[in-house]
């Protein structure tokens, strides 16, 4: 099978004009103008700049406008070249030779060559870019380089996901000759970076801006428009809509909610929905119930807390909009995987909730909360009371899931907590009952779906398998979704292993969440996702 | 105490009983449950919602309502503690006096210089947020005030001819301390507690407001922070708790104040 992606150059025709309000006189998208500086609002510090060793959220953001991946993805998730220029798939999909582009240099002057990716790969991205260490690294066997502009991935078997896992978020190229020899992790470079990318370090003053200017002999002709992108720091959501409507900063890469009606109304900005967020893409708030507790034993009670939850509120109460109900364990995304019609799958309804509570032996009392009669492994008159592990940040989540189960008998006893601190008790310790999780699916199951189901990922590995579900056929259809390379073929296992999640339900998928960027009318030509700024303009 | 009689003074008496009373009587006060979702999401305030509701449609009302009655808890468990441990020590030193008012001073002094707020933010981010802990530490570090205050006038009061006279005739340590020097030191403490109270409170709410209170109890500190996020479209979330503390702490400010000038001028 030969299978060639074209170098397409995403048009900035095709990515502007997201504008969801109807009506109001359309930016002058295709009358793109040169120069000008954006200013975008950061929410932290990112600390350093090198994207290849960490999967931070608040890094990529900072940095990715400055390196290039091998190819990057459209808005439907398809990847085209970026500084590859082509591609062919051989041995049913174990063999991936990649033909780099021609005369592209970092932004030191020297050459960009096939070296610079097999060392990314080998010394940097498969030790430290955790995402792409456990798929892609758990999979590969070598790298070779024939010649300069040819790089050869040989995978142990087929290997499907491959071009989706190669972005500059999954997979930043960085300099050889910067990076040889030293440690990645304590190399000056990471504070004044050299990439490929459309824009190169100016400056950093750490915990206020970092200044990037265009890079003049960036490899796509005409980009980027802007001469200078300032990223601001500024940690508070709210401080950054007045920033916004100040005319302080033109660009947000989320807005809470229940200012974005506010902002709509107001006109003057343009909106951009995506769901890419910094932590991945395709995310599903998730539910995970820890069944290595009694409570959750007994299948009927994880499927009455799911009934009982009323996803359409957390849309609309927490989300404000911002997002939809889960459909199916693999997220609307993932078009190819995402199975929408599943049966078993729990939607709200009170009735069902109780009547499968009163089921599993836990009965209630007056209007109260119920107690266990006859619960396997459980005594008498114990309440039905389980703590939900959750950060900090998501306390109105919390607060909705205690009201809503309250409703139906269960006491739920929340326990915030800082996100490492979450990743130490949930990951480590293992000491919680239920918790919610923010789990980004990625472009592809083996990126972000794997990880929660199979039994290989119980264990240390934060954000990993939280609920610690282990089902051999689970695994074993994992395993042949890995190495089906017919997208078809492989939606169908994930169809299959989708229909044992929703009957099993080591987890409950609630809401699909999705971010708006919001930016000046004065702007436009923006992407959702990678180089949010390599077509955009900004009319002074 | 007919001195209360002034202004500022009813004021104080009225709020600190307002506040004692809806946060006993919460339960039969609040129009429901403060977790429930009981309204629209957002809700100005209106006949049904007083005070509006939340984002996820919770009255605000019951929420207030039942913060007052956190922070009841909080304040007088703590109060309670500080009320034991800074008379007793107080008393104690400043009656004894000798080696034992050395120790007990020194120990007072470290506990002094502990800054409070950092002391309770340190024990929640180890233990986790509740209102246990938080009576706890803040009732073992908030006497040393009222200690150093009691021993002092416990010193001046006992070289007074009447505490001499009652020692003349034969009387106890117990019976001097009981019957002579504690009505004395009466109109002090009452007037420390109201302040040390008030600051608690102030505390409680801080820790509420930076995410550090009990999460499975409603506080008024958590829903003005809340309300904070919500600022620019719906001023009713931090406007209320925000005022409920107010006047809580106004409440027994004033009238630990008038406690203090009546009996000054008695």
Redesign the interface.
Same mark, same amino acid.
Do not use: I, M, S
């Given at each position: 099978m030969l299978r060639r992606g074209s170098a397409l150059v995403v048009s900035a025709v095709l990515l502007v004009s997201c504008s969801t309000t109807e009506g109001t006189p359309e930016p002058a998208a295709d009358s793109p103008v040169r120069g000008g500086t954006l200013v975008a609002a950061i929410t932290a510090d990112p600390g350093q700049l090198n994207p290849a060793i960490t999967t931070s959220g608040d890094v990529h953001t900072a940095s990715e406008l400055m390196y290039n991946g091998l190819v990057s993805l459209t808005p439907d998730r398809e990847p085209v070249g970026e500084l590859a220029e082509s591609w062919d798939v051989e041995d049913n999909g174990a063999l991936y030779r990649f033909h780099l582009r021609e005369g592209v240099t970092w932004h030191d002057g020297e050459p960009f060559t096939s070296a610079d990716v097999k060392f990314s790969f080998e010394k940097v991205l498969l030790k430290y870019h955790s995402r792409t260490a456990a798929s892609v690294g758990q999979a590969l066997e070598s790298i070779s380089t024939p010649d300069e502009r040819t790089v050869e991935f040989r995978f142990k078997e087929p290997y499907a996901p491959f071009p989706l896992q190669l972005d500059v978020t999954e997979a930043p190229i960085i300099p050889e000759h910067i990076y040889a020899g030293t440690d990645p992790l304590e190399n000056p470079a990471n504070l004044e970076p050299v990439g490929t990318g459309p824009f190169a370090f100016e400056s950093y003053k750490p915990g206020a801006e970092i200044r990037l200017v265009r890079n003049p002999d960036y490899f796509i002709d005409g980009q980027p428009l802007l001469d200078e992108v300032v990223l601001r720091v500024i940690p508070d &959501? #709210?401080s950054q809509?007045i920033a916004l409507e100040a005319g302080e900063v033109d660009w947000l890469f989320g807005v809470?909610g +229940?200012?974005l +009606? %506010?902002l709509e109304e107001d006109g003057g900005f343009e909106f951009l929905r995506t769901t890419v967020n910094p932590g991945g893409s395709n995310c599903i708030m998730t539910v995970s119930f820890n069944l290595e507790k009694p409570v959750f034993q007994d299948v009927r009670t994880r499927r009455a807390v799911a009934t009982a939850i009323d996803s359409q $509120?957390f849309v =609309? %109460?927490?989300l404000?909009g911002q997002g939809k109900v889960a459909e199916a364990p693999i997220s609307s995304g993932i078009d190819f995987a995402h199975a929408d019609d599943l049966p078993d799958m729990p939607t709200y309804d009170k009735q069902t909730a109780e009547d499968l509570l009163d089921e599993a032996g836990w009965i209630r009392q007056g209007d109260g909360t119920r107690v266990a009669q006859g619960v396997q492994g459980i005594p008498d008159g114990t309440p039905l009371s389980f703590g939900f592990t959750l950060f900090?940040s998501f =306390? &109105?989540y919390? =607060?909705?899931f205690?009201? $809503?189960l309250?409703?139906v008998g269960i006491d739920v #006893?929340?326990?915030?907590q800082e996100p490492d601190i979450f990743a130490e008790t949930v990951f480590v310790d293992r000491d919680f009952d239920s918790n919610i999780i923010s789990y980004c699916n990625g472009a592809d199951p083996e990126i972000g779906v794997k990880r929660m189901y199979v039994s290989s990922t119980i264990g240390p590995v934060p954000f990993s398998n939280a609920a610690a579900y282990s089902n051999p056929s689970v695994d074993s259809l994992f395993d042949q979704a890995r190495t089906t390379v017919d997208p078809g073929e492989r939606g169908e296992v994930y169809r299959q292993i989708q229909e044992i999640l929703v009957e099993d339900l080591p987890y409950f998928w609630v809401v699909e969440t999705e971010a708006t960027r919001v930016y000046s009318s004065r702007c436009g030509g923006f992407s959702q996702a990678g180089h949010f700024a390599e077509a955009a303009y900004c009319r002074q | 105490m007919r001195r209360l009689a002034r202004p500022a003074g009813v004021i104080g008496a009225t709020l600190t009983l307002a506040l004692i009373c809806v946060g006993l009587l919460a339960p039969f006060l609040a129009p429901t449950d403060p977790r429930a979702i009981d309204g629209p999401s957002l809700s100005p305030p209106t006949a049904t919602h007083p005070m509006g509701t939340d984002a996820l449609g919770r009255d605000v009302l019951s929420g207030v309502i039942y913060g007052a009655r956190t922070s009841l808890i909080t304040v007088s468990g703590v109060g309670l503690l500080v009320f034991l441990i800074g008379i007793t020590v107080g008393i104690v030193s400043g009656y004894r006096g000798g080696w034992l008012d050395d120790v007990l001073m020194r120990g007072t002094e470290a506990l002094q210089v502990l800054p409070r707020f950092f002391l309770a933010l340190v024990v929640v981010a180890y233990f986790g947020p509740g209102t246990d802990r938080l009576v706890i530490v803040l009732g073992l570090t908030s006497w040393p005030l009222l200690a150093r205050v009691i021993r002092s006038q416990t010193l001046s009061l006992r070289r007074r001819d009447f505490i001499e006279a009652a020692r003349t005739q034969g009387a106890s340590d117990y019976r001097i301390v009981v019957h002579e020097l504690w009505p004395n030191l009466l109109p002090t403490v009452f007037t420390l507690m109201g302040l040390l109270t008030a600051q608690v409170l102030l505390i409680e709410a801080s820790l509420g407001f930076l995410g550090l209170s009990d999460p499975d109890a409603v506080s008024l500190g958590y829903l003005a922070s809340e309300g904070q996020r919500f600022l620019r479209v719906a001023w009713w979330l931090a406007a209320f708790p925000g005022l409920a503390i107010l006047v809580a702490v106004l409440g027994l400010n004033l009238l630990a104040d008038s406690v203090g000038d009546a009996t000054l001028r008695a």
């Open positions: &959501a #709210e809509v809470p +229940a200012d +009606a %506010r $509120q =609309d %109460r927490v404000f900090t =306390d &109105a919390g =607060d909705l205690k009201a $809503q309250a409703d #006893e929340l326990d915030p | -």
